[in-house]
């Protein structure tokens, strides 16, 4: 069972891998960080698919500058998994 900081930090990771961030994109590791709580929060608060992926256009966007829809579903997929594994 991992705490809230450790699923954040693999959400961050899965945004970062999915959304094929640079490290110079993901200077600002708060911001990442601050995207993967938003989404573990909804989540874990039973938040609808379309809300979820709504939350990682919104982070796609501010990270990468463009959203690619089937890039945040690919996101929620893999966050809702690993807390779902994790919880």
């Known amino acids: 069972m991992a705490d809230d900081i450790s699923l954040a930090g693999g959400i961050a990771v899965i945004l970062r891998k999915c959304f094929e961030l640079t490290q110079a994109q993901t200077a600002d590791d708060a911001a990442l960080r601050k995207h993967a709580e938003k989404l573990l929060a909804g989540i874990k608060a039973g938040d609808s698919e379309t809300a ?10 501010e990270l990468d500058g463009m959203v690619n ?12 998994k690993l807390v779902s594994e994790n919880s």
């Not at 979820?52 to 966007?61: D, I, T």
């Not at 089937?70 to 809702?80: G, H, I, L, N």
Request: hydrophobic share 35%; with cysteine; aromatic share 0%.
């Open 52 to 61: 979820l992926r709504q939350r990682a256009a919104n982070a796609q966007l």
């Open 69 to 80: 829809d089937s890039t945040c579903k690919e996101v929620v997929e893999r966050a809702q």
